[in-house]
């Protein structure tokens, strides 16, 4: 099967991925999770016309003229306004967001008064209103928010504004994720010449994780068929299964066969990008499956390319990875019939222009340059040489 396109790749991988089941949570619980309906405010804010300062609520026409002594006749603080109607010739005090007083259409910021016991003074220049309207941020029957809208701090502090208690969310995708190799040990274990740390399966999980889903850690599958078939069929239940090594042709890569043994039917089992050739993916009943390189470059590029749109089509999140605009700050070479992944550093300058340079190397087995660059520039197959100056596209990596 010959490579396909990224972006033939992609929209395989996502093909007739649904939004998940909708399920319910408290606003506490709801950081980072995908709204799954429409929210509509149950409430106006403010509720009333509400003081922007401390100071003294009056009628306009009294503070014509100044200064101005006016007598005093209550206090409105948040919480317990004054009831009375304001008259000619009388003041409120009045504390920041406390409700203003019926007649009363200005507020007079305190460092402009001074009180004198059962009257206040007026002094300075002409008062500003000093007041937030009712409904001036939203009012009862608004639509602020769309379903697809992740819940960051800003949405949940409006969601919870709204007076909602509970936001129905979809339900977390579970993502299995099963590294593969005789070389590999877990993290903190006493390594024999040949072995190495297996540490791409954590670089995923946390992308998982931080994309809204739920990673099932599979642990290690030797490169063995039935260690491969078992850790397979623990996989089997969840939304997405990923795999990672054992996707390439070597005779110890033995990922393709255990999945076509356990009824994998391939969507594609090469890409045209670099790096990440040997990515694939295929359906296990209606388990998704995307096996990913071992390089740890490639498979948590790959990851970023590939499963992180997956696990939005099953969120039913709205937007999508959008590439944004550089200038490079350094030239490149000419790129052959494989999409590339530069991993690149970049500043922005004070007027938003942002320049980007390609790291030194671009070997996909080093994860230190992975974590000092913060962009990838996206250089099209095929494409020639690149000149210092010229306009590239670049994809932000998550932090």
């Not at 395989?12 to 999770?33: I, K, T």
Request: charged share 20%; aromatic share 4%; glycine share 10%.
């Amino acid at each position: 099967m010959a490579p396909v396109s990224v972006k033939d790749a992609l929209d395989r991988a996502v093909q007739g991925l649904a939004p998940l089941d909708v399920e319910r949570v408290p606003v506490p619980q709801a950081a980072g999770r995908v709204l799954a309906a429409d929210l509509v405010a149950t409430l106006t804010q403010p509720p009333f016309d509400a003081s922007a300062m401390d100071g003294y609520a009056v009628r306009a026409t009294d503070v014509a003229t100044l200064p101005r002594t006016l007598s005093l006749v209550g206090r409105s603080v948040a919480g317990a306004r004054y009831d009375g109607l304001l008259m000619p010739g009388e003041a409120v005090r009045i504390f920041t967001g406390a409700p203003v007083p019926e007649g009363a259409d200005t507020i007079v910021i305190q460092e402009d008064t001074e009180e004198r016991g059962e009257s206040v003074l007026i002094k300075g220049s002409q008062p500003e209103p000093y007041i937030r309207p009712r409904g001036q941020d939203f009012k009862e029957g608004d639509k602020l928010l769309t379903a697809g809208t992740r819940l960051g701090a800003r949405v949940l502090m409006l969601a919870a504004a709204m007076n909602y208690a509970e936001l129905p969310v979809r339900k977390r995708p579970r993502v299995a994720v099963l590294s593969t190799g005789d070389e590999l040990r877990e993290p903190g274990s006493h390594l024999d010449p040949d072995e190495i740390v297996a540490s791409v399966s954590f670089g995923i999980a946390a992308l998982i994780e931080a994309s809204g889903g739920e990673p099932i850690n599979l642990g290690i599958a030797a490169d063995d068929e039935r260690a491969l078939a078992d850790a397979i069929a623990q996989g089997a239940n969840a939304d997405i299964l990923v795999t990672i090594g054992g996707a390439s042709v070597g005779e110890r890569d033995l990922v393709h066969g255990a999945l076509t043994q356990a009824g994998l039917q391939l969507d594609f089992a090469k890409v045209a990008m670099r790096p990440g050739k040997p990515t694939f993916a295929g359906r296990l009943g209606s388990t998704r499956v995307l096996g990913l390189p071992g390089n740890p470059v490639s498979g948590l590029v790959c990851a970023i390319v590939f499963l992180r749109p997956m696990l939005r089509a099953l969120l039913g999140e709205a937007g999508e990875d959008v590439t944004q605009v550089a200038r490079l700050g350094k030239p490149m070479g000419k790129c052959n019939w494989r999409q590339t992944y530069h991993r690149a550093t970049s500043v922005v300058a004070e007027d938003g222009t942002r320049t980007v340079w390609p790291l030194p190397s671009q070997d996909s087995s080093l994860m230190s340059a992975l974590t000092r660059a913060d962009c990838l520039i996206v250089q099209p197959p095929n494409s020639p040489a690149v000149p210092e100056g010229e306009i590239v596209n670049v994809l932000p990596l998550p932090v």
